[in-house]
């Protein structure tokens, strides 16, 4: 491809969803309330583990890392397009954007997501346990415990060094309008005058990587969890074990449901792109509290404890 000079572009414009006032204002509110939801509803599950002492097991621990995971990939991108749809503002520096993509922010986001997939795979792992070999769980709450929260941090800071490495070599010279809410690492590279076939292939080999492995566990995890239940004698025992995977089957499907479709397929449409990146930093971290509180009476009973003592505490 042409190398351009790398300073010849001076900004970017980046598009979003509307440049009508009125759909303006109905985004700023829409996405104003789910970031609240998702931030207030993930704060209130680590909260409750953090304070219920019967909730101190691996299962809770691992929630307790996707609550916070969720919250810290939702306000890397929400804050900052709320800010732009406030100022009513497209244009964002050559420098801010760059700095998105190599500086904290995108880092950040990239480890967010990577640790999103390893973490659905970890409390995959950990039904597996609990469910096929009880006897061996309470080992969990010792080295291995640490070792699989500890893990999915150290991938993800390297898959995210890696990008980061990577874009620092490109120039943009040409096209300097982005059809996305924020600096997405897959949009430049298009817009890009450098060569990038390295980038397209590592985010391609890593991002496949990223996905197909812990989906791979959860899917040996759930072929041994169903066959392990049907084991079961009593209709009764058989809903129990399924119901405490319930939850976690549902946020998967959903996780890897949008990721599937909308990585796996670069040739759409940039409206589907967009759609599909609110649906997965957006929509999931909000409904993944919902998901886990609603069908689980341990998470619920912390919360109805927690308020009760906020509650007294207040009246004092």
Same mark, same amino acid.
């Given at each position: 491809? *042409? ?5 010849t572009?001076?900004?970017?414009? #980046?598009l979003?969803?509307s440049?009508q006032?009125?759909q303006?204002? #109905?985004?700023f ?17 680590i ?8 909730? *101190?097991?691996p299962?809770?621990l691992?929630?307790?890392?996707l609550s916070?995971?969720?919250?810290s ?5 929400? &804050?900052?397009?709320?800010m732009?749809i406030?100022?009513k503002?497209?244009?964002i ?10 500086? &904290? ?5 990239i ?7 390893? =973490?659905?795979?970890?409390?995959t792992?950990?039904?597996f346990?609990?469910?096929c *070999?009880p =006897?061996?769980?309470? @080992? ?5 415990c640490?070792? =699989?929260?500890?893990?999915p941090w ?5 898959v995210?060094l ?5 874009? #620092?070599?490109? !120039?943009?010279c ?5 059809s *996305?809410?924020f600096?997405?690492?897959?949009? =430049?590279l298009k817009l890009? !005058?450098s060569d990038?076939v390295i980038?397209e ?12 492995? &812990?989906?791979?566990?959860?899917l ?6 169903v066959?392990?239940v049907?084991?079961?004698s009593s ?10 995977c319930?939850?976690h ?8 449901g ?10 759409s449409?940039h ?9 997965? @930093?957006?929509v ?6 919902f ?5 689980n ?20």
């Amino acid at each position: 491809m *042409h190398q351009g000079n790398q300073t010849t572009i001076s900004e970017f414009l #980046l598009l979003g969803f509307s440049n009508q006032a009125e759909q303006q204002n #109905l985004l700023f509110v829409l996405f104003l309330d789910m970031f609240l939801v998702a931030v207030v509803g993930n704060g209130l599950i680590i909260l409750a583990i953090s304070l219920d002492v019967y909730l *101190h097991t691996p299962m809770y621990l691992f929630l307790a890392n996707l609550s916070f995971t969720d919250i810290s990939s939702i306000s890397t991108s929400i &804050p900052k397009m709320l800010m732009k749809i406030q100022t009513k503002s497209q244009s964002i520096s050559y420098k801010s954007c760059i700095t998105e993509m190599s500086g &904290p922010e995108m880092y950040f986001l990239i480890v967010f997501v990577v640790i999103d997939n390893f =973490l659905l795979g970890v409390m995959t792992y950990d039904r597996f346990v609990i469910i096929c *070999h009880p =006897l061996n769980y309470m @080992t969990m709450k010792t080295r291995l415990c640490i070792l =699989l929260t500890i893990i999915p941090w150290v991938l993800s800071n390297i898959v995210a060094l890696i990008h980061t490495l990577l874009l #620092l070599r490109l !120039c943009f010279c040409d096209n300097n309008t982005l059809s *996305h809410f924020f600096c997405d690492l897959a949009s =430049l590279l298009k817009l890009s !005058c450098s060569d990038t076939v390295i980038n397209e292939f590592v985010l391609f080999t890593i991002g496949l990587s990223v996905i197909t492995l &812990p989906f791979a566990l959860i899917l040996f995890s759930y072929i041994c969890i169903v066959r392990a239940v049907l084991r079961i004698s009593s209709t009764e025992g058989k809903w129990k074990a399924f119901s405490t995977c319930a939850s976690h089957f549902t946020v998967g499907l959903l996780f890897y449901g949008i990721i599937v479709g909308v990585y796996f397929f670069p040739s759409s449409t940039h409206d589907r792109d967009k759609i599909g990146a609110v649906l997965f @930093t957006v929509v999931t971290p909000m409904m993944n509290p919902f998901i886990y509180s609603l069908r689980n009476k341990d998470i619920k009973a912390a919360l109805r404890k927690f308020i009760s003592l906020t509650r007294q505490w207040c009246s004092r």
